[in-house]
Each structure stands twice: as C-alpha cells, then as structure tokens.
T-cell receptor, first 112, second 116 residues
C-alpha cells in the first residue's frame, strides 16, 4: 500500500517567516501534486512535479521533487496571512489509473 | 465558470435514508474521480471512470455505494441506507488523460454530507 507521510501536521507562524512542508514515502511516484484547500471547499491545484530533482516556483512558493521521486517539499518564503490554509501533497503511482494518494495535510496558520 | 461543479453542496439526512450526489466535470475531461475526506485527513480515493467505464473501486466503497457515469459526462454517487460513519466531504475531480505519464486532477467544491 502506498502511503504519503506529510509533516508537520500543524504549523503556526508569524507573517514574514519562512516555512517548509515535507512529504515522504517509501514508494516511487510518477508525479506529485500539491494542493491548497480552504475550509468547506475542494482542493485547488498549485503545482505538479514530474521529473526527479525538479524544482518549480510559484511566486513565493518553491516546490521540489526528490531525485528518487519518493519525496517532495514545499517552501514558502515570507509567509503572508493569505497563505493560511490546508496544504496537501498527493502522489500518483505508476499504472494506477491516475488515482491520487494524499498525505494527511499541513494546516498552516499565518498570524499578522 | 468551466470548472468542476458538484450538487448539492450540503446534504443533511437521517440514518437509513438514501442520498445521491452529482458531479459535472470539466467538459473535455475523460477521467472522473470520486474521493472522500473526513475532518483532519487528506482525501481518500473511492472510484474512477474513464469515459463511461468504471475502472476501479476502492475497498472503502462498500456495497451500499454505487457510482455511475452513464454518458461519459456527469457522474452520480449514491449511498444507500446511510450510516453516521458516512458523514464526510465527498469530492469529485476530473482530468484529461492523453497518454502522458501523469494527469492533473481538478477538484470540485465538494458535497458535505451529515448523517444524523
């Protein structure tokens, strides 16, 4: 069974601080997607990483896919209160019909 | 708005009743997925369709659950004889699978089910 361990589960920081969220597995994924979810809403896709070692940037957010395609990280620089939300990583296995295996999520709270 | 839509957004029902949810995917997407999310957890895969064919069902999907995608467009998820443990957010996602090694899934807003 493929599992994704996401850490930390909760993170409370002050505006302007940096943070990193980690997503780890013993399984290899063909791709990994990061989502952000607001309360009562569906997840919104932020980025998809496909190649081992790939780094993608989205404004203040930097996403990295591990060389072995088993882990990923999300780094936020100079967090803002608008970054508050639930961040989810989701891996797609090979020949799995595209179904996603989700981590437990990281609940981020950025205080002014 | 051309995103994934779901109806209803909220459903409150009594234990033992049947409920049906609808999902309208992004129009050109050939794959449609159903997930379930409970409080404090990430979504869990339930089932998926490629066009009108249901290709996989999770062990989470008991025989009280049935899903259809009759014309390869919208999909319905029915839960019969609801139980309190069915209370969750039911999420639908769609993607365009064109033979690449990955397919990005776009989620709808979800249906929040509460079973009393």
């Amino acid at each position: 069974t493929q599992l994704l361990e996401q850490s930390p589960q909760f993170l409370s920081i002050q505006e302007g601080e940096n943070l990193t969220v980690y997503c780890n597995s013993s399984s290899v994924f063909s791709s990994l997607q990061w989502y952000r979810q607001e309360p009562g809403e569906g997840p919104v896709l932020l980025v998809t990483v496909v190649t081992g070692g790939e780094v993608k940037k989205l404004k203040r957010l930097t996403f990295q896919f591990g060389d072995a395609r088993k882990d990923s990280s999300l780094h936020i620089t100079a967090a803002q209160t608008g970054d508050t939300g639930l961040y989810l990583c989701a891996g797609e296995g090979y020949n799995q019909g595209g179904k996603l295996i989700f981590g437990q999520g990281t609940e981020l709270s950025v205080k002014p | 708005d051309t995103g994934v839509s779901q109806d209803p957004r909220h459903k409150i029902t009594k234990r033992g009743q049947n409920v049906t949810f609808r999902c309208d995917p992004i129009s050109e997407h050939n794959r449609l997925y159903w997930y379930r999310q409970t409080l404090g957890q990430g979504p869990e895969f339930l089932t998926y369709f490629q066009n009108e064919a249901q290709l996989e069902k999770s062990r989470l999907l008991s025989d009280r659950f049935s899903a259809e995608r009759p014309k390869g467009s919208f999909s319905t998820l029915e839960i019969q004889r609801t139980e309190q443990g069915d209370s969750a957010m039911y999420l639908c996602a769609s993607s365009l699978s064109i033979g690449t090694t990955y397919n990005e899934q776009f989620f709808g807003p979800g249906t929040r089910l509460t079973v009393l």
